[in-house]
């Protein structure tokens, strides 16, 4: 049921901005196991199961990169900018589909084939403006009557699709892991507080959600799922990145070296110690680069103590990502139990 869910938000598209497929899958996973979902005026999805006392919000962002389309040439190209963090060569020759005003439409992102390249083409820096999107048009009425204008969101195209060892390859695995982590937490947990599960919007250009609805709720606690680089493949050192995929949930101490956030330490201590409690495995980790919704969560109003819960997937921010569920479930299962019980704050 688990990897079922998983592969309905990593095969959906909601690129930054432009999250409405993802709320869609939100809401109705939810209905009837919280007490109120309502969206802000930025497009955050809060699902609110209430208690007394202490308040934790659990941020975990819908959005996912892409690109949005910035000219239409008269042959029918299409020329686009990157929404987020792409390393532009995994956008070469890939699939893509172009939400347009009529539906969607599939197009593939165009290069020079190999067997015309110079010796000076192959040794060319891939730069995101010499790339181009095909959709099979000859001209740009074409393009126009296939609904798709200056403005349209593009996202890859890419099934969630099953690997060996329980791990799983897709798109947007950064952050629909988080996604599915929040929507198994709240449907599963038994908790005496107010929770607010906050599934943010255009986290990949500037935490922008988790800025705004942390600021109106004005939890007393913050929690972020999202995915975090393991160090147990081929071109990352240990040094880099620490920690491994199928070794648990990692509770990120800091992040970008310092200085971006220190975790809580009291909230560090209670979720360790439902980890410890229950024998759930869980990592540690102090990373070099990179934020979470909790880096800005932190920081909203007179600060509010946060802590990001991260599941190690490899290759993030490019269409394949991998992640092992049985660290998703551990995940899961860490933060069901850590909020069984109030924190000593």
Same mark, same amino acid.
């Given at each position: !049921? ?32 919280? $007490?109120?979902?309502?969206? *802000? ?37 299409? /020329? ?17 589909? %172009? =939400? ?16 015309? !390249?110079? #010796?000076?083409?192959?040794? /060319? ?48 695995? *950064? ?41 109106? %709720? ?7 799922? *999202? ?14 990145? +620490?920690?491994? &995929?199928? /070794? ?6 800091? +992040?970008? +070296? ?8 009291? %909230? ?8 410890? /409690? ?27 103590? +946060? ?9 993030? =921010? ?5 992640? $092992?569920?049985? $660290? ?14 109030? #924190?000593? &704050?």
């Amino acid at each position: !049921m688990v990897y079922e869910l998983l592969k309905k938000l990593s095969d959906a598209h909601g690129l930054s901005g432009f999250e409405g497929n993802i709320k869609e899958i939100v809401r109705k996973e939810l209905d009837g196991y919280v $007490d109120e979902v309502f969206e *802000d005026k930025l497009g955050n999805l809060i699902a609110v199961k209430r208690g007394t006392g202490t308040s934790v919000m659990i941020a975990s962002h819908m959005d996912e990169i892409g690109l949005m389309v910035q000219y239409i040439d008269e042959k029918g190209f299409i /020329k686009f900018v990157g929404i987020g963090g792409w390393y532009n060569p995994t956008l070469h020759t890939q699939r893509v589909v %172009l =939400h347009g005003k009529n539906g969607p439409v599939h197009g593939v992102i165009g290069a020079k084939p190999p067997h015309v !390249m110079t #010796p000076e083409d192959r040794k /060319k820096e891939i730069k995101i403006e010499d790339l181009y999107i095909d959709i099979g048009a000859t001209s740009a009425e074409d393009v126009e009557k296939a609904g798709i204008e200056i403005g349209t969101p593009v996202t890859i195209e890419q099934d969630l699709i099953k690997l060996t060892n329980d791990r799983v390859t897709g798109k947007a695995l *950064d952050n629909r892991v988080g996604v599915l982590v929040l929507i198994e937490t709240l449907r599963r947990m038994n908790t005496p507080m107010t929770i607010y599960g906050v599934f943010t919007v255009q986290e990949e250009i500037g935490l922008k959600g988790a800025k705004v609805s942390a600021f109106a %709720l004005n939890p007393d606690i913050a929690i972020a799922t *999202d995915v975090t680089i393991p160090g147990d493949h081929p071109g990352v050192t240990k040094k880099e990145a +620490s920690v491994e &995929m199928g /070794k648990g949930p990692v509770l990120v101490l800091a +992040s970008a +070296s310092g200085r971006g956030l220190l975790a809580d330490a009291r %909230l560090i201590s209670w979720i360790r110690n439902a980890g410890d /409690k229950k024998n759930i495995p869980y990592q540690l980790e102090v990373g070099d680069g990179g934020n979470t919704d909790a880096s800005i969560i932190n920081l909203v109003r007179d600060g509010i103590p +946060s802590i990001p819960l991260s599941v190690p997937s490899r290759y993030i =921010h490019s269409p394949v990502e991998v992640v $092992d569920m049985k $660290d998703v479930q551990a995940t899961i299962d860490i933060l069901v139990e850590v909020l069984k019980k109030k #924190p000593k &704050m």
